[in-house]
């Protein structure tokens, strides 16, 4: 197992650097000079040019690529340009926000994406059907930051039940952490619950076709039982392969949820940093979502051959 | 209504910012924590004249090449050491080294410390503005303790003299800045005054929060989880009509939009073209259309200024006269070359006046394309002159307030302005005349010459919409939010 | 017939053949299953070999080996003298490989649903390629023809067809290139008599008519004996018997194909002798000696440590079995 | 014990309704062994799903009677029939390589009817189990208890079919071709197990299959079944000494002989009707070697020929009254 | 052959029957019928733009800023007066083009890569981490890039939607590969020689077909929402391109007081993610060879 597990980090490190390069590439690539935006636009040129040399940027694109990563196999993911701290430090300081926002949403997306999938599937064609995927998809059919500004209105600024905007850290208070948190996972979570709910009904239908299904019924299982115990546990492949992606979906970061709720998460640190030409910390933030989507992908692997004993790994 | 004691201030600000070294300061949420933290030798006062802040005052010598500053007593960094003048030349050296705003010092001689309380700046040549030049809030030339002399740029440790220290700060969250104790304020004004006067500080922190969406600032202010809050659009701001916690508020002046026109980029190298361009603009509907609140003002200063010239520059302003355009068009020999009007999707006003503009330019019979980059790139184009653009906005906030040696820069580089001989020489004799009259007179030619030449073209005076909770009190408008002298009444 | 066996060279040589697979896991360590060990054997043109034996025997291993399904793990394949195992097997197999065919157990499973029955049956045709369109639907007709179908089912597809149909299609896909060579596996278990009755007397026509050689691998051990020539019993994925139809069937010498003859359910008798106990071993470890050793009624001390080598007993006939060591 | 009565099967399909199993009936006592043969597709399997009533329900249209000690399960609510399904009536699926749950371990398959109907916990479950795979000759049964089905061979998950359908030692056990992936020492073995068992508790079994020399064997009773349609039932040596219907006949002549080298194997001409277009008649006229004018213009009607022995053959029927 | 089967003819289906049979089952499938006609009335609406409306998308009029809808702008105007409802049916174009291309230009590429990962055992493992590091890009970050190298444009968005798409479509394909590469009508083409190429597009494909038609589905709608975000982040089609994320970003900032700005396109994007989902759920249904359809 162990073994797995660290051939398939090996498997992935070379492609991590690929991609780690092609970021640089495609960062470079980009208009836009992040110096002319250090500096201010009421600099002049000479000082323009003395930022960009100060931040070594007036090198050759290949020189650089190979400073960064001669520093990277060092352990140095190198210094943001914007945030006048380490590129580690910054993404330090946002894992958290992302992770908990991330962990939230999932645990109101699973029960209720599985439950709702199930529901369907189980009242194939009837009303019951019908009412569960159109709710379904009302998450998966409107834009979330729209949702979200409405939520706000209604939430916070009507009903004033929750705050409007920020992020309490977990260790300062629970109860306010959850509170900075329930909104903008609820809304993360109302678009992957209609995902995952679709594709659990699709799987749950598949299996419920099966033939094992008329073996447990002749035994006299009840329903219930075979739709848990029969049914549903045919389907965890299938669900744990989507769960998989909304995970690495919201490790990823909801940009929008988080710029809408001012949470400082890594999805808006790497849209700024973008924005901004902050080139060492768009390239370390990607090397940390890309490692973050490896591990995943692990993960679900070694569920597939817990939940499916069929599975093998050679 | 005496101040009452305690609290923090809850500001919900549109963003953070990335660092907090004076020397390196342009953006407006640098500057507004660096103006608590930090205080300058001379600064601006309510009126943008520059008065003395830890300077007792200053003396210009009559060739007007020696500054002498004489310190105030008894001023005491964050970390408890008193400031004396080896603090001071440190600044002003280390700003010579690293500060974007360096030319200012381009010219001096020697910086002398005579004693322990005073600090003298000797020029090579005479320089009537440089005081004014000392006063900017951009790259302010905030005192600092010599220890953070050969810190690199953007490194310092945030230590300041100034009526509240830095807190608790976790970027892209949140900022607080906390009540210094230990801050004397100057005894020789009745309170507050711009940047200078007696701050006296009744908070106990105020806390920046950043939110970057409007919607969310405006729904903190509505549930009460901001005190204040800025950058509001104008169409946004109204919802807070009719709150009885909340007044909207709108500050000017603030800031100027221009559109810029890149005079070495064809067509719009030729100048008729230039003049057809400003002859076809509605300055009425680009102010609708930004969503701002903005006021109509052909000046590049504002009215009352000392460099205000009067109506004898109003002729190039919201002409809107595409019939007119249409023919300077013609005897440009224009012949439908593509026009490229490049804005970003950052800011919402400039995207939505250079659409605006689009159309307008098309109705008087010119060939457009709409370039929407993001602010990045537009503004690295602004200022390289790359990217094929002839046409983009901007808004200009220190410039019009600090005088037209401010603005030189900027009038040159953003239009790549080349060999243009009447800006040389107004300039050239701007400079060399102690006269103020004489600077005025350059002042006004430089003015015409922009704007006939359609180098920049004068949209409006844009205000700030902020929101004030009816509870905090003592607000004073300002081109940026100062906490000192502010109270909270519960 | 039978004496063809002695005077024409086999098309298949197959010698000392091994399969393993690598099981286990999840913990557990990982193990080997000798699924196929050491089985050697010739196949004559115009023969049927027939192979029975228990489920799990290795059957269906041996016959995806021979037709270049299954990589083999040891010992060697040579067909129509081009060996298929080994460094260049791969080219070798290429060169051979439109003599061979292979029908599924399972003919439904066998057809691409989303195909035309003309184009799975001119698939083998299409990979190889040069045809004109005439020619291939032509041949089309006429496969169909030769199988009993109308020409007019060309453009149906699989699902359209009873079981004994399908059964048909899959074999005139087989015989798209005239092969020389095809495995049956299990090719009529699924049908009633009656279809299954059918399915055979045409593979019997083909043979007479074209010469084919099949490997033919089946439980039901009357159907074994109505189309073979010569059988290879399996026990444990090794061959203990291996001899001609007749003589297997009227004097059975291994105690294992005693004891499968025995059990055969007879319409017309009532009863069937008592069956022999216990289970086929793991092919996991395997017991030092003879691997039907705990099962067999005849078994003596040297069953339980020699494993018994495959050894001719009389002209054509093969057993592995101590007790005809002597013989 | 179980009397169907007028069974009718009709499967919901893309262009309607087709009529899967036509007015079945046949009755069957306790203790009694009765098999079902017939050509691939002629609704045997169908007719078994039917007792228990396991067809999905939206495209399944039954008519008929099923009675079971006197009740009727073709009306019986869910919750009802559920607790006869596993402990009165079970079955062995004729697939084994699906109809065993490929997520549970064979242990708690088997034992999962206990514990639904005897009410046992796990441990005594398992216990059973372990008990039950010994029954069908799994050796190493308590190792093996634990093991998925897909570390099984063919045959053996075909005996743990088995040993769940026996777990509960049912009254009535359905094998829908409980033998085929077993080779024939195995199959023989399963054969003297249900026989102990009919001795033992009085369990009567239908049993399905192809392979007329086990039905021979096992059943006292025999059905043939074509096109939906039982169209013989004999005692098991009548039909086998003298079957009646054309088609028992062509069937019986198609097996192949292991005694005997034949040259050509017999098939019955022709091929089973498409149940969505049976012939107006008789559905074996179009293949029968009897067929006469009257064969084609109506259904026949299924006829004593002689006590326990039932044919739908009018022509046969004539020629034996003519005969007797 | 004794028993050469001759049946009437009319017994099996012909070639065009099967077609119309098909079509039969579609159309009797409730959920595949809504959704056909809810895209179909989108898509008319669409094409029929300047024919339902008189003005042009792009038309300011700032005299009627925020006009509430009424009889003259039916959807109400945005903050140049700009009239939504001209705006949204204009959008239509853009993010059903946006929605499509990108749909299958992910599709495209997913099945590729998910059947050469599934039938080349050996780059397996090689291609499917480079499609998890694929998606580890952000589709904002190849956003960004592609309208820096290609220009902002539409097509750029097509193509970074496509590219974040790739690697979850693959996903699927592959899943379902795997399943169909074991089955014995692999094997079968390959005892008949067939290659690589041969067993991947006539065999492997076809029978794919039915996940990966149903995952397109839900793409197309996936990418028009996406269309939305990234212009709600400022990336998306550049304007004054009538996008109806465009539309929706524009109008964030009067959500309440114009909400019609925001309504009306998000209605359609709900509407045509709506269709497209019924509709996958119909073609699901109906691939699915188990499933009888009710009329
Ligand atoms: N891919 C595989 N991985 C692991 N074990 C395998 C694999 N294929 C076959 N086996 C094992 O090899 C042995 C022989 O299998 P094979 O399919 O050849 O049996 P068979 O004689 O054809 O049986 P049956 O009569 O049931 O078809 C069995 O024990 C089987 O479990
Ligand atoms: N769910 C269903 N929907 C439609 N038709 C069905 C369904 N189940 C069975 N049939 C049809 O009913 C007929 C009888 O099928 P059944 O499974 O009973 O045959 P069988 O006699 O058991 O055959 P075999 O010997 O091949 O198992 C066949 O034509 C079959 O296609
Ligand atoms: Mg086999
Ligand atoms: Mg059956």
């Known amino acids: 197992m162990l073994k797995l597990i660290a051939f398939r980090i090996a498997q992935a490190i070379p492609v991590m650097l690929v991609v780690a390069v092609l970021t640089f590439l495609l960062m470079h690539l980009l208009p836009g000079d992040p110096a002319t935006i250090i500096a201010g636009d009421q600099a002049d040129q000479a000082s323009i040019d003395q930022i960009r040399r100060d931040l070594g940027l007036d090198r050759p694109v290949p020189v650089q690529l190979w400073h960064w990563i001669v520093n990277l196999a060092q352990g140095d993911f190198g210094r943001s340009l914007m945030l006048n701290q380490a590129v580690a430090d910054a993404v330090k300081e946002r894992l958290p926000v992302t992770l908990s926002l991330a962990m939230l949403a999932f645990a109101i997306t699973l029960p209720f994406g599985i439950a709702f999938g199930v529901i369907a599937a189980v009242w194939r064609d009837t009303w019951v059907d019908s009412a569960v995927m159109i709710l379904a998809l009302v998450g998966v059919s409107v834009p979330n930051f729209w949702i979200a500004i409405l939520s706000v209105i209604l939430f916070s600024v009507t009903l004033g039940w929750l705050p409007s905007a920020g992020y309490v850290p977990l260790h300062d208070s629970f109860s306010g952490w959850l509170a900075s948190l329930i909104q903008p996972a609820v809304v993360l979570a109302l678009f992957q619950i209609g995902y995952l709910a679709r594709m659990t009904r699709s799987a749950m239908l598949d299996v419920l076709d099966q033939d094992y299904i008329r073996t447990a019924r002749a035994k006299g299982v009840a329903v219930n039982t075979i739709i848990v115990k029969h049914a549903f546990r045919n389907t965890l492949m299938q669900v744990v392969t989507v769960a998989g992606y909304i995970l690495s979906l919201l490790i990823g970061g909801s940009v929008v949820i988080e710029q809408i709720f001012a949470l400082p998460g890594i999805g808006r640190l790497l849209v700024q940093a973008i924005m901004a030409r902050d080139y060492p910390v768009v390239q370390g933030t990607m090397l940390l979502l890309g490692f973050a989507f490896v591990f995943i992908n692990i993960l679900i692997d070694l569920i597939y051959a817990y939940v499916d004993p069929r599975v093998r790994y050679d | ?490 | 017939m039978k004496d063809m066996a002695d005077t024409t060279d086999p098309i298949i040589r197959v010698r000392n053949l091994s399969r393993d697979f690598q099981v286990g896991g999840r913990g557990r360590k990982r193990q080997t299953l000798h699924a196929v060990s050491d089985a050697s054997f010739d196949v004559l043109p115009g023969e049927t070999l027939g192979v029975v034996g228990e489920s799990g025997s290795g059957k269906s291993t041996i016959g995806r080996m021979l037709v270049g399904l299954l990589p083999a793990t040891r010992g060697e394949i040579e067909l129509f003298g081009e060996t298929i195992t080994g460094p260049s097997g791969k080219q070798a197999l290429a060169k051979v490989r439109h003599k061979l065919q292979f029908v599924f157990q399972d003919p439904h499973a066998a057809m691409n649903p989303r195909m035309r029955i003309s184009d799975i049956i001119a698939e083998p045709i299409d990979v190889r390629g040069g045809w004109t369109r005439k020619d291939r639907a032509d041949r089309v007709a006429e496969l169909l023809e030769l199988v009993g179908l109308s020409a007019a089912f060309a453009d149906r597809f699989p699902h359209e067809f009873s079981g004994g149909q399908r059964q048909r299609i899959v074999i005139a896909r087989a015989l798209a290139l005239d092969p020389a060579f095809i495995v049956c596996d299990e090719a009529v278990a699924a049908l009633d008599v009656s279809m299954q009755a059918q399915v055979i007397n045409l593979l019997m026509d083909l043979q007479q008519r074209l010469g084919l050689s099949y490997l033919f691998i089946a439980h039901d051990l009357a159907v074994v004996r109505a189309v073979s020539t010569r059988i290879a019993v399996l026990y444990a994925g090794e061959i203990v018997e291996l001899s001609d139809k007749r003589s297997l069937y009227t004097d059975p010498k291994h105690p294992y194909t005693q004891a499968l003859l025995a059990a055969i359910p007879r319409p017309e008798v009532g009863t069937r002798k008592p069956p022999i106990r216990g289970e086929v071993p793991s092919l996991l470890n395997r017991p030092p000696g003879c691997t039907l050793c705990p099962r067999c009624p005849k078994a003596f001390d040297r069953c339980r440590t020699e494993a018994p080598a495959l050894r001719e007993v009389a002209p054509g006939r093969k057993v592995a079995c101590h007790l005809y060591d002597g013989v | 014990m179980l009397q169907i009565e007028n069974l009718s099967v009709d499967f919901r399909v893309d262009s309607g309704w087709i009529s899967s199993v036509t007015d079945v009936s046949f009755t069957l006592g306790p203790r009694a062994s009765l098999g079902i043969v017939g050509e691939s597709g002629s609704g045997k399997s169908v007719t078994a799903l039917s007792v228990l009533r396991l067809h999905a329900a939206r495209n399944t249209r039954m008519r008929g009677r099923i009675m079971f000690d006197g009740q009727d399960l073709l009306t019986l609510p869910e919750r009802r029939m559920r607790e006869i399904r596993g402990r009165d009536i079970a079955m062995i699926f004729q697939d084994p390589m699906h109809s065993l749950n490929p997520v549970l371990t064979i242990g708690d398959q088997i034992g999962e009817t206990l514990r639904i109907h005897q009410k046992l916990d796990a441990a005594a479950a398992q216990k059973a189990a372990i008990g039950l795979l010994d029954m069908v000759r799994i050796p190493d049964a308590a190792r093996r208890v634990t093991d998925y089905p897909h570390q099984l061979s063919g045959g053996m998950r075909q005996r743990v079919m088995i040993a769940m359908a026996i777990a509960c030692r049912p009254r009535l056990l359905i094998a829908d071709e409980p033998t085929t992936a077993l080779d024939v020492t195995v199959q023989a073995q399963i054969l003297d197990l249900l026989r102990d068992l009919r001795e033992e508790i009085g369990m009567s079994v239908i049993l399905i299959s192809h392979d007329l020399g086990l039905v021979a064997e096992f059943a006292e009773r025999v059905l043939v079944m074509y096109a939906g349609e039982l169209v013989e039932e004999a005692p098991s040596l009548t039909m086998f000494a003298r079957p009646a219907h054309p088609y028992s006949e062509g069937l019986l002549k198609a097996i192949p002989s292991a005694d005997e080298d034949v040259g050509r194997l017999y098939a019955i001409p022709g091929r089973i009707p498409d149940p969505g277009r049976r012939p107006p008649g008789c559905n074996f006229a179009p293949r029968c070697p009897l067929v006469q004018p009257a064969c084609t213009a109506a259904p026949p009607p299924l006829a004593t020929m002689e006590p326990g022995h039932l044919i739908r053959c009018p022509v046969r029927l004539a020629a034996m009254e003519t005969t007797g | 052959m004794t028993d050469a089967t001759t049946l009437p003819a009319a017994a099996m289906p012909p070639r065009s029957a099967r077609r119309r049979i098909l079509m039969r089952r579609l159309w009797r499938h409730r959920s595949f019928r809504v959704g056909a006609g809810i895209v179909a009335v989108i898509v008319l609406m669409a094409v029929a733009a300047p024919l339902l409306s008189g003005g042009q998308p792009n038309a300011m009029s700032l005299r009627n800023r925020f006009a509430p809808p009424s009889a003259d702008f039916i959807f109400g105007a945005d903050n140049f007066g700009r009239d939504i409802f001209t705006r949204v049916l204009y959008g239509a174009r853009i993010s059903l083009w946006i929605g499509f291309a990108s749909a299958m230009l992910a599709a495209a590429g997913g099945a590729l890569v998910g059947m050469a990962s599934a039938w080349f055992r050996k780059l397996d493992g090689i291609i499917m981490r480079i499609m998890d590091a694929l998606l580890a890009f952000p589709a904002i970050l190849l956003a960004i890039g592609i309208n820096a190298a290609l220009g902002p444009q539409v097509s750029s968005v097509i193509i970074a939607l496509a590219s974040a798409y790739v690697p979850r479509m693959a996903r699927i394909v592959r899943a379902a590969a795997l399943v169909v590469r074991e089955l014995d009508y692999v094997d079968a083409a390959r005892v008949s020689g067939a290659g690589a190429g041969r067993i991947i597009f006539r065999h492997i494909l076809p029978n794919v077909m039915a996940p990966l038609l149903v995952s397109v589905t839900f793409v197309f709608a996936y990418a028009i929402l996406a269309e939305a975000a990234l212009s709600f982040l400022g990336i998306g089609p550049p304007p004054p391109h009538p996008s109806w994320g465009n539309i929706i970003a524009e109008g964030r900032d009067y959500s309440v007081e114009a909400w019609w700005i925001m309504l009306f396109p998000g209605l359609a994007i709900s509407l045509a993610a709506l269709g497209m989902n019924l509709l996958g759920d119909g073609l699901r249904d109906v691939l699915d060879p188990r499933l009888k359809i009710e009329a």
């Open chain 2, 1 to 490: 209504q005496d101040p009452k004691m305690g609290g923090t201030i809850l500001y919900a600000n549109n963003s953070g910012p990335g660092q907090l070294d004076p020397q390196m300061a342009a953006s407006l949420v640098e500057l507004e924590v660096i103006a608590h933290v930090f205080e300058p030798l001379i600064s601006m006062d309510a009126n943008y004249d520059a008065k003395p802040m830890l300077a007792e005052s200053y003396e210009i010598s009559d060739d007007g090449k020696t500054f002498t500053f004489p310190l105030r007593k008894g001023v005491k960094f964050h970390d408890g050491q008193e400031m004396t003048s080896a603090d001071v030349k440190a600044t002003f050296e280390r700003y010579a080294e690293v500060s974007p705003g360096k030319a200012t010092l381009a010219d001096v001689k020697e910086y002398r410390t005579p004693d322990d309380y005073t600090f003298v700046i000797e020029l090579n040549n005479l320089n009537a503005v440089f005081i004014d030049q000392l006063k900017t809030p951009v790259y302010p030339f905030s005192i600092m303790p010599a220890s953070q002399r050969n810190k690199p740029a953007r490194e310092i440790d945030v230590v300041g003299t100034g009526p509240f220290k830095l807190g608790e700060w976790v970027k892209d969250s949140h900022l607080v800045i906390e009540k210094n104790p230990d801050y004397t304020p100057r005894d020789d004004a009745d309170g507050p005054d711009g940047y200078v006067g007696k701050k006296e500080v009744y908070v106990d922190a105020v806390r920046y929060n950043f939110l970057p969406e409007a919607n969310a600032r405006v729904a903190a202010m509505q549930t009460g989880e901001a005190d204040i809050t800025t950058a509001l659009p104008l169409d946004l701001a109204k919802r807070l009509e009719g709150n009885d916690k909340v007044t909207p508020v709108t500050v000017f002046p603030y800031c100027q939009q221009y559109l810029i026109v890149h005079s070495s980029q064809a067509p719009t190298d030729n100048r008729q073209v230039r003049q057809a361009i400003r002859e076809a603009v509605n300055v009425e509907d680009l102010i609708l259309a930004s969503g701002e609140a903005a006021r109509e003002n052909f000046s590049m200063v504002y009215p009352g200024g000392a460099f205000f010239v009067g109506d004898d520059n109003a002729g190039w302003y919201n002409q809107n006269d595409p019939a007119k355009a249409a023919e300077t068009l013609k005897a440009a020999g224009y012949n439908g070359e593509e026009i490229v009007l490049q804005s970003n999707t950052n800011y919402s006003y400039m995207r939505d006046s250079i659409l605006v503009l689009a159309e307008q330019l098309k109705a008087a019979g010119m060939n457009v394309k709409v370039d929407i980059t993001d602010w990045t790139t537009n503004a690295s184009n602004m200022q390289s002159g790359d990217g094929g653009w002839n046409v983009s906005t901007t808004s200009f906030c220190s410039n019009p307030i600090l005088g037209p040696q401010q603005w030189q820069t900027m009038i040159y580089n953003f239009p790549h302005v080349e060999n243009n001989k009447v800006l040389d020489d107004a300039y050239a004799k701007f400079y060399a005349s102690l006269d103020l009259s004489d600077r005025v007179a350059a002042w006004k030619d430089i003015e015409a010459e922009v704007l006939d030449g359609a180098y920049m073209i004068k949209v409006s005076d844009r205000g700030s919409n902020r929101a004030i909770a009816n509870d905090l009190k003592g607000f004073r408008e300002f081109n940026i939010n100062l906490f000192w002298g502010m109270w909270l009444d519960r």
